[in-house]
């Protein structure tokens, strides 16, 4: 389940690009018009996130950001850095 303190969500279906997406994270309302289409399983930013700023889901870190990602936009390998098991990440 989504934390308000999460910075990404992930899709139930596929999404086209262009869509508003609407959500309800504890009780807070959020509308997210996503920039490029997401597939099913994927992640996609409810907020923007800073370089080097921890990724969120369901209240857990997952990775880091490894660029400036825009608020709708997709989250994924490209734009995502994993921190499990790199002692270069350790402290980021």
Not at 57 to 69: H, L, P, T
Request: proline share 4%; charged share 25%; aromatic share 4%.
């Amino acid at each position: 389940m989504m934390k308000k303190m999460d910075n990404v969500a992930t899709a139930l279906e596929d999404i086209p690009a262009g869509i508003d997406v609407k959500l309800l994270v504890e009780g807070v309302s959020l509308s997210v018009a996503l920039l490029e289409p997401i597939p099913f399983g994927h992640k996609f930013a409810v907020r923007p996130i800073a370089e080097r700023e921890d990724i969120l889901k369901y209240g857990e870190v997952i990775g880091m950001a490894n660029r400036i990602i825009k608020l709708g936009e997709h989250v994924h390998v490209h734009n995502l850095d994993g921190k499990r098991g790199r002692g270069d990440q350790v402290g980021a």
